[in-house]
């Protein structure tokens, strides 16, 4: 029998939270109690459903494969542990005795419950996109234990559609594992890949017995060269698991992705094996010289990771010359899609203009789709939508507000100077004579609960049906209501909140020239948890002051010292949609400028403790290791811009979280910032070490109370992570906080948390002042 042909034109995958977050809003009543598992499973069916009726009306095709099966409730990476059967050994009363575990189990594992914390999230190679790592251990026991993907490849095959399954491929999901408590010295989870292939083995088979002919293996893992296992043990565990998946009897057709780069010497390794298909990254990626293939070479052309209308004429140049390395050639995107919103033409409040610059979800298929009838039918068959594509990026290189010159002027004649503050010793001197804090000082990252009252009065005011005055004292409200209440529990150093603030990034794109916000531009970061990520069209300027007017009055409120708050410019670029037509250091030197500005009338309001948070510091890292140094160079620049201006006296706060502080101590360092807090209480500080070993000389502050859980933190716990922390670094430098903002808490479960965390300060100060 004919082997079936990898489909001309698809995509590695496609938002799955729905274009209203349909599957959001199901999943949280689901947590609430409000739905039923079952009314829950039928909504995310229905969302299935729509998906891939959608993608056939945007042009793949229904029967062929082209259609992506990627569909999760939280996360793909916990989707492959609960398939293997890897839960986590604490929530090992969640397993059912044939060895499987149900929905309410599976949001236990990334939410904890109880004492038992959740599983460690990080963030998804260089995206905003955060995973639960899984945990692996000698004793993990690896077995079919999830037939979800199963079910739902046989659901779209009884609706008449024929789809490729994707899951994360075995190599990737066993570098992104952690070893589990206990492990021994040395081991490292690809040790059981011999024991994993099996399962996977297995699951291939159930997927052909439910029609499936091509199945798709995501193997990120192979293109980066940030992965601590040595590469030659990486690219031999790439070959033994691809012989022996191709190996198994009535198999679909293998499909491995392996999307975020170039697969360098991994791509050999794959193309020595029995697969059929090989995905390239030909955004980010290239194809080492000489590379010729008999295997399906699907090309990765459309940026899955941003939202700019491509070159659909350079794209399919591309496509063309990989004619030269093999003789079947497929298109793509670049990434999954899931890193992108919907559909452009949902955008009303966007001009007609941008929105001919845009290509989100939909839009992209659209291009796959003519890129794909291209190579079917000749390049002239497409050459007005390759016309139409060119004039858009000609328009937009042209445009009014691309190019401002007052802006590059500035950016032009920046010095040394204007990069570097003065001697540490000497700036904390002057701070701690005007701030006058205590051992072990106590503050939160910035923002409090975001309530419904709140929301409601942002979403009245933003339709007219309340005053500008009306909102801002309902702003001023909750101001003091988080002052009072942060006053009560005994913070040292208090924040106003946030409640004016939708988003951290996208309030600021509101109020800085060069940049558009979505109305239903809606992307997954983690669990149910979405973002509307800002779209970065032109050059970046500050118009007017943003926060200085809600610091100041929250200031007016305490007699402690307030905190400004502010996103730093590398984490403004990695949470938006950023333009592609300049390098990212040109772009994020403006936006520091910007905020450069916002700092000094802080600082001249009377603001003496000034936060500027990067959180994506890591996140933007490049994979690849020669591209590091200009990258560290040019983010830790923009910060060290936005904050070089200020006073000695004047202290300088920075924050990241999920961000593998090990890995980059060398440029947090380097931010030079006063105080840096620090992800640490689910990882249960595993951070400390790098601190120690690195010598930071600062103020730190790894977080004792993850916000990222419903769980709340006991005084015991906080006890256990602040003696941790002072077992490892100078008393002196240590901060007391939470891993990161508020705002997805509620009230009860924050006031009860922050209790204990300062319940648990007082008490180590009080053990240390008499020991």
Sequence with gaps: MTSPTFPTGSILGYPRIGR???????????????????????????????????????????????????????????????????????FSSLVRADGTIDLAGYFTIARGEGQNTPAEMTKWFDSNYHYLVPEIGPETDFHLASDRLIREV??????????????????????????????????????????????????????????????????????????????????????????????????????VAAPYGSLDDALAVLDSTPIEAIGLDLVRGTIPEGFHTEKTIVGGVIDGHNIWRSDLAGAFDKLENLRELSPSVAVTTSTSLFHTPHDVNDEPLLSDQLKSWLAFADQKVGQVAVLAKGLAEGKATIQPQLDAASAALNDRHHAVGVRDGAVRAREAALTPADFSRGDYATRLAAQDAALGLPFLPTTTIGSFPQTGDIRKSRAAFANGSITEEQYKEAMRAEIRNVVELQESIGLDVIVHGEPERNDMVQYFAENLDGFAVTQNGWVQSYGSRCTRPSILWGDVSRPSPITVEWSTYTQSLTPKPVKGMLTGPVTILAWSFVRDDQPLGET????????????????????????????????????????????????????????????????????LCYSEFGVVIDAINNLDADVTSIEAARSKMEVVPDIQRSGFGRGIGPGVYDIHSPRVPSIDEVTDLIEIALGSIPERQVWVNPDCGLKTRGYDETVESLTNVLAATRAVREAHIHA
């Design 20 to 90: 209203r977050r349909e599957l959001k809003k199901a999943v949280e009543s689901f947590w609430a109690g409000s739905i039923t598992a079952e009314q829950l499973e039928a909504t995310a069916a229905e969302l299935r459903a729509v998906t891939r009726q959608r993608l056939v009306s945007l042009g793949l095709g229904a029967t062929d494969s082209s259609i992506p099966e990627a569909f999760s409730y939280y996360d793909q990476v916990l989707d492959a542990a609960v398939t293997v059967g890897a839960v986590p050994t604490r």
């Design 588 to 655: 994020a030197n403006q936006v520091a400028l910007a905020l450069r500005d916002e700092i000094a009338d802080l600082e001249a309001a009377g603001i003496g403790i000034i936060q500027v948070d990067e959180p994506a510091l890591r996140e933007l890292l490049p994979l690849k290791k020669k591209d590091h140094a200009g990258y560290l160079d040019w983010s830790v620049g923009s910060f060290r811009l936005a904050t070089a201006g200020v006073a000695d006296r004047t202290q300088i706060h920075t924050h």
């Design 154 to 255: 046989a659901e779209a095959t009884t609706s008449g559609y024929r789809t490729r399954p994707v899951i994360v491929g075995p190599v990737t999901f066993l570098l992104l594992s952690k070893a589990s408590e206990g492990a021994p010295e040395g081991y490292q989870p690809l040790d059981r890949l011999d024991d994993l292939l099996p399962v996977y083995a297995e699951l291939l088979a159930a997927l052909t017995a439910v029609g499936a002919e091509w199945v798709q293996l995501d193997e990120p893992g192979l293109v980066s060269e940030s992965i601590d296992v040595p590469r030659d043990q990486v690219l031999a565990a790439t070959k033994r698991a691809y012989d022996a998946l191709s190996a198994v009897p009535a198999r679909p057709q293998i499909f």
